[in-house]
Structure formats: structure tokens, C-alpha cells
């Protein structure tokens, strides 16, 4: 059953533009379209979530997402947005990459269903690696001009950047060797339409122009808008970087965290895109939102959505939980339950000090711990005014002047967390 696509993503905000015809071709039967993902990283990032998005509604919407691993294109570089050459990567590293993306992807879309439209992933060095240089330029590069080429932003904006030194040539045939992708494609699995960025539409253009000139065919090409912060900052960056998908660069916990730190008005839009919700109950979620906006449902329902998503629904309450902890109300047991990574991603830039292991098994009185032991109080005759005023707490736990800190304090063995108030905190480290 064909859906309408084209209609899907313009109330979610994410249609950029489409060739003339595209909505009309893709109701009439099940079509196989295609997006590109840049192999040069072992995980994708969320910058990458609008193609993934993109993709994913093509195939709930009854047709057939291909997946493209540039290994031949990563081994080049995209000129598009860029003001400098990429590092050029061997095949073995490409390979280890292309399979953890498939394995990302497969969170998104439907790779081992028997049904005509389940995704495929191609890697365009499989048939790139063989074509002679002579080869590629006689049989594809005399049907496109220089001057087409030259017609194209990404390489107008490359050659006249006054911070670069120009646009190599291996760069500059880029367009060509994205084209004769969607050529190859097109012959091979009837692949008839390309989506991308917005930033893309000047590739995505010369491979309909190849298809046409060489396949005797008609391409189309869809774009979608690139995402921008509402403060001017950079979508998919924070301090620390980008933020990854894999787990490994960018802990469930953090990741929760970027999106529960959206502002109202890019929440608003994330909703629509970055989540499979209906209409309907996101009109309800922003109005709701709008309504009682300090409650943050919004961004709380965005990040629980999209964390689940890209991990596990075990690793979203995990999150939840941890940043309970900071945010919210929690018991000891709370704490102990956080894992070693999950426990320092949420107390980063707390700080610490070494605590002795001989000690800990004795027992360290709570004033020791508060001041020579730490430091964390400048001296005993605080630590116990701050006692004395309730303030103090282990583990998320009041105590009194008589607590003793023993290693059933300990966090995964080795960490006990020290508090003054609601929000001054500081971590003990047990070493061996």
C-alpha cells in the first residue's frame, strides 16, 4: 500500500524541494530511491538523522530505501558545505565502517524483510574500484561540460572562498562520480530518485542529467531542508562535539541530554522530524507544550522518542533515571544502580578526590570526609555547621555527624558521592 511521501514530509517540515512530477511518480507505484552516507567515521551522527528520517518514512510509506556507503566517494570528498579536503581512508577501514552504519540504519529501517521494499545497502567502491580512470572519462565524463560542472554552488563557493586555496581536481569530479552513482544505480535496481540535503541538489542533479544522457531514462531528485539551531548555533554539535550514535562516543545519557536541552522553539520542529509521532498528537504535545511550557513535556517527550530509538528503551530509562539525579528526586539506591560511564557522564566537572582504601574499610568519619579527607568543606568546624544545619548528604542520603563513610557506600565499588545543599556535590574515588 503506497502512501503519499511528498505530503508526509511537507507537514513535517522536512521537504527542501523536488523535481516537478516527483509527488505524482512516487503515488503511482512502489519506487526505489536513495541516500548517501559518508563512510569516514565508524558511527554516524545526528546531523545524519534528517536522510535517515528521510528513508525510513519512504519505506512506511511503501516504497524501497537504498542505502548508499560512499567507499569509493569517501575516499575523495564532498566539496558541499566544506573548506577543505577530507582524509582519504583504505578499504579495510571502510568496511569495518560500513557495517556499523548498517547496523545503526537497521534501528531505522527494515533490512531483512522478505517484502519488495525492504532496504538495501550498497557501498559504491564495489563498483568504482575497477573503473579505469580512462575508462570513467570516456564513457561518463564527455557527457557532462565543464561548464555545467562549473555552474554548480558547491564548486562557485569552493573556487571563490578567499580562506582556501582553491578546489583540487579530485574534489572538482566529485559531482561526477556521485552522478554515475545514481546512473549505476538506476540501471542495476531500478533506483529512479535521490534525496539529500538541500546542500546536495547540485550532485543530485548531475546524476539525473547522466541518467538521462547516457541511461535514456528520467531521475528525480528530493531534498530536505538542512536543520538549524534557533540561537544561531550549530544543529548536532555540542561542547564536547559531535553528537554521535554510537553509544561509545556519545553516551545514552548525554545524548538524552542534548535533546532534553532543545529550546521551545527547535523543540517544536525536532518533534515533527527527529519521531515517527502522528500529526494529530504532536498538535496536541505543542499545544499542551504551549501551555505549560516550564514543564518541558515537549522536550521530554522528543528525547524519550529519539533515545529509544537510536539505543534501547533500557538505556532511555537509564538515562531518565540518571538525570533524575541531578534534576530530580532520587534515593541512594538510584545511584547505585548507574553504571561506572553512565555515573561520571552525569558528575562531569564535579570535583574529586582520592580516598584511601585502608580507610574506607574502617570507616572514615563524616567530619574527616567533609575536610582533611577531601577538602570539600575548609574545615572541620564547617563540616559540622553544615551538619549541624541538615545540609549534608551521602549518596543522596542526609546524615548526621555520626555517619561513618564504609565501602557499602560505595558506588560500583569505587565512587561515593558527597553533597551541601541542592546542587553543590562532590565525588570520593576510592583507589586500589
Not at 546531523?47 to 519505506?59: D, F, K, T, W
Not at 575497477?130 to 570513467?136: A, K
Not at 524519550?304 to 538505556?315: G, L, Q, R
Not at 546542587?423 to 576510592?430: D, Q, R, S
Request: proline content about 2%.
Amino acid at each position: 500500500m503506497i502512501s503519499n511521501f511528498i505530503e508526509e514530509l511537507q507537514w513535517r517540515g522536512m521537504l527542501h524541494d523536488a523535481m516537478p512530477g516527483t509527488e505524482e511518480y512516487l503515488l503511482e507505484e512502489m519506487r526505489a530511491a536513495y541516500v548517501g552516507f559518508d563512510p569516514t567515521a565508524d558511527s554516524l551522527h545526528i546531523g545524519n538523522l534528517v536522510p535517515i528520517m528521510l528513508l525510513a518514512h519512504y519505506q512506511r510509506a511503501g516504497h524501497k530505501p537504498v542505502a548508499l556507503v560512499g567507499g569509493a566517494t569517501g575516499m575523495i570528498g564532498d566539496p558541499s558545505g566544506k573548506s577543505a579536503e577530507r582524509n582519504l581512508l583504505d578499504e579495510k577501514t571502510l568496511r569495518y565502517n560500513q557495517e556499523a552504519i548498517k547496523k545503526q540504519l537497521g534501528r531505522f529501517l527494515d533490512f531483512e524483510s522478505k517484502t519488495a521494499n525492504a532496504a538495501v545497502l550498497v557501498n559504491n567502491y564495489d563498483w568504482m574500484k575497477d573503473f579505469s580512470f580512462l575508462d570513467f572519462i570516456r564513457d561518463v565524463g564527455k557527457h557532462i561540460t565543464v561548464n555545467y560542472m562549473m555552474a554548480k554552488d558547491s564548486v562557485k563557493n569552493r573556487i571563490s572562498s578567499e580562506s582556501t586555496d582553491g578546489m583540487s581536481f579530485t574534489e572538482f569530479t566529485y559531482q561526477l562520480v556521485q552522478g554515475y552513482d545514481f546512473l549505476h544505480l538506476y540501471k542495476n535496481l531500478d533506483c529512479t530518485l535521490q534525496m539529500g540535503g538541500s546542500d546536495q541538489w547540485g550532485n543530485i542533479t548531475t546524476g539525473t542529467e547522466l541518467i538521462r544522457r547516457i541511461g535514456g531514462g528520467k531521475g528525480y531528485a528530493l531534498t530536505c531542508s538542512l536543520i538549524t539551531k534557533s540561537d544561531g548555533s550549530k544543529f548536532g554539535k555540542s561542547e564536547g562535539g559531535n553528537v554521535w550514535l554510537d553509544a561509545k562516543r556519545t553516551s545514552p545519557y548525554k545524548f538524552y541530554q542534548y535533546w532534553l536541552n532543545s529550546s521551545d522553539e527547535d523543540a517544536e520542529k525536532y518533534i515533527r522530524i527527529f519521531t515517527f509521532l502522528k500529526k494529530e498528537e504532536i498538535e496536541v504535545l505543542i499545544k499542551e507544550h504551549q501551555e505549560a511550557p516550564h514543564a518541558r513535556n515537549l522536550q521530554k517527550k522528543l528525547a524519550e522518542e529519539i533515545t529509544a530509538m537510536v539505543h534501547s528503551t533500557e538505556d532511555l530509562e537509564n538515562a531518565v533515571k540518571a538525570s533524575a539525579i541531578l534534576f530530580g528526586k532520587s534515593t541512594s539506591t538510584d545511584l547505585k544502580s548507574l553504571d561506572e560511564a553512565t555515573f561520571l557522564d552525569v558528575f562531569e566537572g564535579v570535583p574529586q578526590a582520592q580516598l584511601s582504601k585502608d580507610k574506607i574499610e574502617d570507616g572514615i568519619d563524616i567530619i574527616a570526609a567533609l575536610a582533611e579527607e577531601t577538602n570539600f568543606l575548609k574545615s572541620n568546624g564547617e563540616a559540622r555547621r553544615a551538619l549541624k544545619e541538615n545540609s549534608i548528604s551521602v549518596n543522596k542520603e542526609k546524615v548526621t555527624d555520626s555517619y561513618q563513610i564504609t565501602k557499602d557506600d560505595l558506588i560500583n565499588g569505587k565512587f561515593v558521592l558527597l553533597q551541601r545543599g541542592k546542587k553543590n556535590y562532590f565525588v570520593g574515588v576510592v583507589q586500589d
